[in-house]
């Protein structure tokens, strides 16, 4: 996987989109059939295609099977998908968005092995390649795989500047239409629910005149990477203010009450930082006063205690 990356961010590589597909699925398929392994007690033979043996008769034995081999002797294993489906039988079953992720990132892989990609998109297949890495470092996790990811740049691929060219659709091979549709289907068809594994992650680079050095760090992860908001950003992810919430709370639900109920929900949305926003107004006293800020996402915590119109 670091190697997807490190090729991934040469600043003049051809054959880059598909090269990280390669070695992403690589990674994937490595981690997958380690995991697969390590719950069948190392047995390798977990991992190999098995045909039956043929017996003295000449026919194929109906109990007796051995592994495949392949031409230059060596037993053939299980291919991803057998292996992800092995993996769900051992009470092991891969999240439906990361299933997905996988599968979208394979038939890249595949058109690029067993043909040719004459066009790619590249903003789409990059978004692609965020889910790819964030699935990857969090099925890690999940799985404790005993290994100390700090000292690995995952975080890179997301500094590579992508060059949002647009195509318009005549421009587009028929064959590159047909994979978007493809992984548009996929994507439309995720749980939005799901945290933890995405599909695709949306990329938006604005370029601005400011500068970064008076902005506000933050970290949603104690171990997670340190992301920067200027004034500009926080606006953006959090533009509701208490009031606005009251207003738009009458309108959207038919038994809305600004009650107990609801201040407890208010409180315990205050206590998540990716759903509100203390902005101090003098940032240099403790003691100062301040106004809370809200995420449009909070309406899913209102919608466990109201009723929609």
Same mark, same amino acid.
């Given at each position: 996987?670091?190697?997807?990356?490190?090729? *991934?961010?040469?600043?003049?590589?051809?054959?880059?989109?598909?090269?990280?597909?390669?070695?992403?699925? %690589?990674?994937?398929?490595?981690?997958?059939?380690?995991?697969?392994?390590? *719950?069948?007690?190392?047995?390798?033979?977990? =991992?190999?295609?098995?045909?039956?043996?043929?017996?003295?008769?000449?026919?194929?034995?109906?109990?007796?099977?051995?592994?495949?081999?392949?031409?230059?002797? $060596?037993?053939?294993?299980?291919?991803?998908?057998?292996?992800?489906?092995?993996?769900?039988?051992?009470? =092991?079953?891969? %999240?439906?968005?990361?299933?997905?992720?996988?599968?979208? =990132?394979?038939?890249?892989?595949?058109?690029?092995?067993?043909?040719? $990609?004459?066009?790619?998109?590249?903003?789409?297949?990059?978004?692609?390649?965020?889910?790819? @890495?964030?699935?990857?470092?969090?099925?890690?996790?999940?799985?404790?795989?005993?290994?100390?990811?700090?000292?690995?740049?995952?975080?890179?691929?997301?500094?590579?500047?992508?060059?949002?060219? #647009?195509?318009?659709?005549?421009?587009?091979?028929?064959?590159?239409?047909? *994979?978007?549709?493809?992984? /548009?289907?996929?994507?439309?068809?995720?749980?939005?629910?799901?945290?933890?594994?995405?599909?695709?992650?949306?990329?938006?680079?604005?370029?601005? /005149?400011? $500068?970064?050095? +008076?902005?506000?760090?933050?970290?949603?992860?104690? +171990?997670?990477?340190?992301? #920067?908001?200027?004034?500009?950003?926080?606006?953006?992810?959090?533009? =509701?203010?208490?009031?606005?919430?009251?207003?738009?709370?009458?309108?959207?639900?038919?038994?809305?009450?600004?009650?107990?109920?609801? $201040?407890?929900?208010?409180?315990?949305?205050?206590? +998540?930082?990716?759903?509100?926003?203390?902005? /101090?107004?003098?940032?240099?006293?403790?003691?100062?006063?301040?106004?809370?800020?809200?995420?449009? +996402? @909070?309406?899913?915590?209102?919608?466990?205690?109201?009723?929609?119109?």
């Amino acid at each position: 996987m670091l190697s997807a990356i490190e090729i *991934y961010n040469k600043p003049n590589f051809n054959y880059r989109e598909e090269t990280f597909a390669i070695l992403a699925i %690589n990674a994937w398929e490595l981690l997958l059939k380690a995991q697969l392994l390590k *719950y069948n007690k190392f047995r390798l033979r977990s =991992l190999y295609v098995l045909e039956p043996v043929i017996t003295k008769s000449g026919h194929p034995s109906k109990r007796s099977k051995q592994p495949k081999m392949n031409r230059s002797g $060596n037993p053939v294993t299980c291919g991803l998908f057998e292996v992800i489906n092995n993996l769900s039988k051992v009470s =092991l079953t891969l %999240n439906a968005n990361l299933k997905c992720s996988i599968e979208i =990132l394979v038939e890249l892989r595949d058109n690029a092995i067993h043909f040719h $990609n004459e066009q790619i998109a590249e903003k789409q297949i990059q978004e692609l390649g965020f889910a790819c @890495i964030k699935n990857y470092i969090n099925l890690i996790k999940a799985w404790q795989v005993e290994i100390d990811l700090s000292s690995y740049n995952f975080y890179l691929m997301p500094l590579a500047y992508v060059d949002g060219k #647009v195509f318009s659709g005549g421009l587009i091979t028929d064959e590159i239409d047909n *994979y978007l549709k493809f992984a /548009k289907g996929k994507i439309a068809a995720q749980d939005q629910e799901d945290n933890d594994f995405d599909i695709a992650v949306s990329i938006d680079v604005n370029f601005s /005149k400011g $500068n970064s050095f +008076n902005a506000i760090p933050f970290r949603y992860d104690p +171990n997670g990477l340190e992301v #920067v908001l200027t004034e500009e950003d926080i606006n953006k992810r959090f533009p =509701l203010s208490h009031s606005q919430v009251c207003s738009k709370a009458r309108n959207k639900y038919i038994d809305f009450k600004q009650d107990a109920s609801f $201040n407890k929900t208010v409180k315990v949305i205050k206590q +998540n930082t990716k759903l509100s926003y203390e902005r /101090k107004h003098n940032p240099n006293s403790e003691k100062s006063n301040s106004t809370w800020f809200y995420s449009s +996402n @909070i309406w899913q915590e209102f919608d466990k205690l109201y009723s929609k119109r």
